[in-house]
């Protein structure tokens, strides 16, 4: 009997010594507003809309955590889930956690972790690119950007006095079949005697200080049965059926910082290279520069100037956002935003990316948002 209830009690301590070493945070951000959007459509006709997308940060929600298993060894993990608030309904093609699904082990030599995740394309521009994933930056033209992601994939991130050094493996990028990112049809691989359709890889390096820090990498999506090619500059999407097709993004980015000032500066460079002899391949070049300056504690000036060039296609487009955001507490936001889009005669760049919004070829657009956001 008092064995019995020694060995109960020290089992009890162990478990809740176990469970003090572990750890799991609910996070998330809600973002809405109301945009409007001039020459929306072939027509010109304008709209005025509450977006089914975010406004300055993607809405979501999502569990992270982890437990010390000692030794300077830990398990990690996270789920995240991207809905849309104008709706309530969920992102990334319905799917539960579309934005990040993944554990891994992290220790002193990095991180190791397996399952959706981004990929080094995200990781490298995270700094550089000022207005990030907002409806009116990179995403208006290149959706992947902020949508950088595969399943099935492995990856390594580790950081070492400044220096970062990432680099994912993807055996089927899209195993849930509903599309991987925007514009790449679909593509879940992972078929006998077919070992590189649908493989993705993506390497990182990048190099941070207090004032200054920049980044390259490279990231290659291998085509496959469903796969396709969207330069978002309203020509038709092509197919890249063969295991041999490449869809290449190359970037490099970097960052300054004085007082309260921040400037960013990149180039992504993306080449589609195809097999077939009747498919041709297709190059383009994205340029941004932009700059951030907190005027006081609670308010925020940015902008953000982009350029992007696609001569095989013969399209071309110059955009330019300015952002002003005033936090209401350190949790709460309102923001305010205006963008100018400027297409070349063939191009159908559209400027907003919450979709929906194709001008006809060579019309500019004016887009307007005022919003709330919400961090908890």
């Not at 995270?126 to 959706?143: H, K, Q």
Request: aromatic fraction near 10%.
């Amino acid at each position: 009997m008092k064995l019995s209830t020694l060995m109960i009690g020290g089992l009890g301590m162990l478990s809740m010594s176990a469970f003090a070493q572990s750890s799991v945070t609910l996070y998330g951000v809600i973002d809405t507003g109301i945009e409007y959007v001039s020459h929306a459509n072939t027509g010109g006709g304008k709209v005025i809309r509450m977006p089914g997308i975010t406004g300055e940060l993607p809405s979501r929600w999502g569990l992270r955590g982890s437990e010390d298993l000692g030794g300077g060894l830990k398990t990690v993990f996270q789920l995240e889930n991207g809905f849309n608030p104008r709706g309530g309904d969920i992102g990334q093609g319905g799917r539960l956690f579309g934005r990040q699904a993944w554990v891994g082990l992290q220790g002193p030599w990095g991180q190791v972790s397996l399952g959706r995740q981004y990929s080094m394309t995200f990781w490298g521009l995270t700094d550089s690119d000022i207005l990030g994933p907002d409806i009116y930056g990179s995403a208006s033209l290149d959706a992947y950007i902020p949508n950088a992601r595969s399943d099935n994939t492995i990856a390594y991130m580790g950081a070492f006095h400044g220096l970062t050094l990432g680099a994912t493996y993807s055996l089927g990028r899209d195993s849930a079949g509903t599309g991987n990112s925007p514009g790449q049809g679909t593509c879940a691989g992972q078929v006998a005697g077919h070992f590189p359709q649908c493989r993705q890889w993506s390497a990182m390096v990048k190099y941070d200080t207090s004032t200054f820090g920049a980044s390259a990498a490279y990231d290659e999506q291998r085509g496959g049965t469903g796969a396709a090619a969207n330069f978002f500059n309203g020509i038709a999407p092509f197919g890249l059926t063969n295991e041999g097709d490449k869809d290449i993004r190359m970037l490099v980015s970097g960052y300054a910082k004085l007082g309260q000032v921040k400037m960013g500066a990149g180039w992504v460079g993306r080449h589609v290279e195809t097999v077939s002899p009747t498919v041709p391949d297709v190059r383009s070049n994205l340029f941004f520069v932009g700059a951030s300056y907190q005027i006081t504690p609670a308010a925020l000036l940015d902008g953000e100037v982009f350029r992007i060039i696609n001569s095989e296609q013969d399209t071309r487009a110059s955009m330019t956002t300015l952002r002003g955001t005033y936090l209401l507490s350190k949790a709460t936001a309102v923001y305010l935003q205006g963008s100018y889009l400027w297409n070349s005669a063939r191009a159908h760049y559209s400027l907003s990316s919450g979709g929906g919004t194709t001008p006809a070829a060579g019309a500019g657009q004016l887009g307007l948002m005022a919003g709330v956001r919400h961090l908890f």
